[in-house]
């Protein structure tokens, strides 16, 4: 009776065990990836502007789709430049190349040039967004989008860690106007935290102000993905300091205060009102003999850190 009763048993339970089986050995072929030294702590590709793919560990995150053609938009009113359609150049690849393999959108504000009808109409609706703050949630939940988060600080996805930094969208004069400080509104940097302990920092839409010390000094990040166009208003009132991002000379500075990171230097050649373009920056970067510091990449270009 008993000799008869166990292969049945048994074989209800290999059959109960197959899945956890497949599960392991998945996880054993996967093991020598997880491990390899090789593989780097970030991959970022460049893609257009401020928007960027950047992987690490398991994880894939597109950064500020804004995915239009060439023209698409009128220029940012009161700006510099403000006649000329944005943006400038097209992307360097397919949406559907972009989008692959992508596990969640960030959102580092909800600017035109980091947020565009073009991604709206291009990301599936169920694409996990992380967003700053309920008000950026509420707008995207309205375009149709129906898993929109807040990133909230030391946020783990996929084994990455991602923590929240502070912006200035422009100058404390501008941010006294209420109009314009409205207009410029609220943007957040992210600093990434690799599976290794590597860390890479968007900087995000800001110009230098105490936070960015702060950041540098909390964090020491290796790679400092930096917003460098130089972005001005074209308001008499603000003429003398027009700038809304970092420009060249904040790059400098960034360099100085961060000699042992990567500077990665982005945001510019794409939309109406960047004073910098990449031409400008990397000529001064030679003339100031930190060239070798400063990666200025082309659109699409794959960076491994
Ligand atoms: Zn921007």
């Known amino acids: 009776m008993k000799a008869r009763?166990?292969?049945?048993?048994?074989?209800?339970?290999?059959?109960?065990?197959?899945?956890?089986?497949?599960?392991?050995?998945?996880?054993?072929?996967?093991?020598?990836?997880?491990?390899?030294?090789?593989?780097?702590?970030?991959?970022?590709?460049?893609?257009?502007?401020?928007t960027a793919k950047l992987t690490s560990g398991d994880a894939t995150f597109l950064i500020d789709p804004m995915l239009a053609a060439p023209g698409a938009y009128e220029g940012f009113a009161n700006t510099y430049r403000g006649g000329m359609r944005n943006p400038f150049t097209p992307l360097p690849m397919p949406v559907e190349d972009l989008l692959a393999g992508v596990d969640a959108v960030i959102l580092t504000h909800t600017h035109l040039d980091h947020w565009d009808p073009a991604a709206q109409k291009a990301l599936p609706k169920d694409m996990p967004l992380?967003?700053?703050?309920?008000?950026?949630?509420?707008?995207?939940?309205?375009?149709?989008?129906?898993?929109?988060?807040?990133?909230?600080?030391?946020?783990?996805?996929?084994?990455?860690?991602?923590?929240?930094?502070?912006?200035?969208?422009?100058?404390?004069?501008?941010?006294?106007?209420?109009?314009?400080?409205?207009?410029?509104?609220?943007?957040?940097?992210?600093?990434?935290?690799?599976?290794?302990?590597?860390?890479?920092?968007?900087?995000?839409?800001?110009?230098?102000?105490?936070?960015?010390?702060?950041v540098l000094a909390a964090h020491r990040p290796d790679v400092i993905i930096m917003n460098a166009g130089g972005a001005a208003m074209a308001i008499p009132a603000f003429q003398d300091a027009p700038e809304i991002i970092m420009n060249k000379d904040d790059v400098l500075r960034m360099v100085r205060a961060a000699p042992d990171a990567q500077v990665v230097a982005v945001h510019m050649d794409a939309i109406n009102h960047m004073t910098v373009d990449r031409k400008d920056l990397a000529r001064f970067t030679r003339e100031h003999g930190i060239r070798d510091k400063v990666l200025i990449p082309f659109d699409g270009e794959v960076m491994d850190f």
């Open 130 to 214: 992380f967003v700053q703050h309920e008000e950026d949630a509420k707008l995207v939940r309205g375009q149709g989008f129906r898993d929109v988060r807040i990133l909230k600080d030391g946020e783990l996805i996929k084994g990455v860690r991602l923590e929240r930094t502070a912006t200035r969208h422009g100058s404390e004069a501008m941010y006294a106007d209420p109009v314009l400080a409205r207009a410029l509104g609220e943007v957040m940097g992210i600093v990434f935290t690799a599976p290794d302990g590597k860390k890479a920092w968007v900087v995000g839409d800001t110009v230098w102000f105490p936070g960015v010390d702060a």
């Open 5 to 50: 009763f166990i292969p049945g048993l048994l074989a209800a339970l290999l059959l109960l065990a197959a899945p956890a089986l497949a599960v392991e050995t998945k996880q054993q072929a996967e093991a020598p990836q997880a491990a390899d030294k090789s593989a780097p702590a970030f991959q970022i590709q460049h893609v257009r502007n401020a």
